[in-house]
């Protein structure tokens, strides 16, 4: 069966470090991956996605993500990191045939001064 | 930049209550979801909807929950008798396309059930 795992429920970095965000999936064929982040309050916004061709996407805000597919990983990374990003960060999957997509339990960062 | 919207952004029921929860999707979108994410618990699909019928309902979808596309823009989700462990927030979704295309999703509705 289909699963995203986000093995770090929570993290907390210094402002200006850097950032890597786990996530592992469970999929028989190519999937496609997103990463949404959820302020406080707010709903799920995209932060990137991929489909195919080159393994390391750009997102907004600076994240950027890399699948690799012999690790069944897409972690989420950003070189350095700002008080706003604190946040929860959310993985998910679908994939061609799908119509739904399914989620990890997600990661809360908190950004330390 | 278009965007999915969500009313209300909180409601409050009585066990038993019937809920209607609404979203207006992205305008050129033809795919519509609904999800749910209990406190601290993983986001959860919960129904798809395309061509005004269901596509694909998750075993949480049961008889008490209802969709329906009433008029060109909306898309509501109804529970018809609360229970206590339909509190959570509930996201409505959009996309273009199926198959995995990207979905964009609300801001939610958080449903309380006392």
């Known amino acids: 069966a289909q699963s995203v795992t986000q093995p770090d429920i929570h993290i907390t970095v210094s402002e200006g470090a850097s950032l890597e965000l786990r996530c592992n999936y469970s999929y028989g064929a190519t999937p496609y991956l997103f990463w949404y982040v959820q302020s406080p309050g707010q709903g799920l916004q995209l932060l990137l996605k991929?489909?195919?061709?080159?393994?390391l996407v750009q997102g907004i805000k600076g994240f950027e993500a890399e699948f690799k597919r012999s690790q069944s990983s897409f972690n989420l990374r950003k070189p350095s990191v700002h008080w706003s990003d604190a946040a929860e960060y959310f993985c998910a999957v679908g994939a061609y045939n799908f119509n739904k997509f399914y989620f990890g339990s997600g990661t809360k960062l908190n950004v330390k001064p | 930049e278009p965007e999915v919207t969500q009313t209300p952004s909180h409601q409050v029921t009585q066990m038993g209550q019937e809920v209607i929860l609404r979203c207006v999707p992205i305008s050129n979108h033809l795919y519509f979801y609904w999800y749910r994410q209990i406190l601290g618990q993983k986001v959860e699909f919960l129904v798809s909807?395309?061509?005004?019928?269901?596509?694909?309902k998750s075993e949480i979808f049961d008889d008490q929950f209802s969709v329906e596309r009433p008029d060109g823009s909306n898309f509501t989700l109804k529970i018809r008798s609360t229970k206590l462990e339909d509190s959570a927030m509930y996201f409505c979704?959009?996309?273009?396309?199926?198959?995995?295309?990207?979905?964009?999703f609300g801001p939610g509705t958080r449903l309380l059930v006392l």
């Open positions: 991929y489909f195919s061709g080159d393994t």
């Open positions: 979704a959009s996309s273009a396309r199926r198959g995995g295309e990207t979905q964009y």
């Open positions: 909807f395309y061509n005004n019928e269901i596509s694909e």
